[in-house]
Structures are given as C-alpha cells and as structure tokens.
Nanobody
C-alpha cells in the first residue's frame, strides 16, 4: 500500500520561506524519481520540481532560483525548500513518483501553502 504524506505548509507573507516534506512508504523509494506538484483552485495541476533517483533536480520556470528539491533516501522523504514566495505560489502541494508516462501512485492529501500579506 503506497502512502504519500505531505506536510510543512502554512500561511506566509510574500518574500517568506517554507520547507515542505513528503514521507513515502509502500514502495522502494530510492529507485524512483520524485516530484512536487501544485494545484490552485480552478487551475490544472502543475509540475513544480522533480528529482531523479540519483539526486539530479529539475524545476518549472516559475520557481527556478527560488525553490530547491532534495531527497533523503534513508528517510524515504523528499523535500521542497521554498524561498522568496509569491502570492501566485498559493496552492495545495502534492508529491508523487512519475513512474512512466501518465502513471502515478495514489495521491496524498497535499499540504496547503498560502502566500498573502
């Protein structure tokens, strides 16, 4: 039973920072790439950042230079450090493993990030 549990969200002012965590279980975490996604009300789910099994990161254009994805295979956890937050970053953030084209594990509950002054 695959489980993905996101945490670390909250309310921050523009320019602030948050660190999100995703605790994974039920699969061999270390051999899968992992990714963070976000979804705002009325919008499609968006890929935010991804990281290969070897630790190589990639970022969406809207977050480059501000967000950092990392992973700790010993803890089966992937992180998203978010700096210089903007109101347009407001969304529910989810993690998952894009195993192949269009295939994902079951989605967790996500964690809400709200950026507002």
């Amino acid at each position: 039973q695959v489980q993905l549990v996101e945490s670390g969200g909250g309310l921050v002012q523009p320019g602030g920072s948050l660190r999100l965590s995703c605790a994974a279980s039920g699969y061999i975490f270390s051999i899968y790439a992992m990714a963070w996604y976000r979804q705002a009300p009325g919008k499609q789910r968006e890929l935010v950042a991804s990281i290969t099994s070897g630790g190589s990161p990639s970022y969406g254009d809207s977050v480059k230079g501000r967000f950092t994805i990392s992973r700790d295979n010993a803890k089966n956890t992937v992180y998203l450090q978010m700096n210089s937050l903007k109101p347009e970053d407001t969304a529910v953030y989810y993690c998952n493993a894009p195993r192949s084209r269009g295939e994902y594990f079951n989605w967790g509950q996500g964690t809400q990030v709200t950026v507002s002054s």
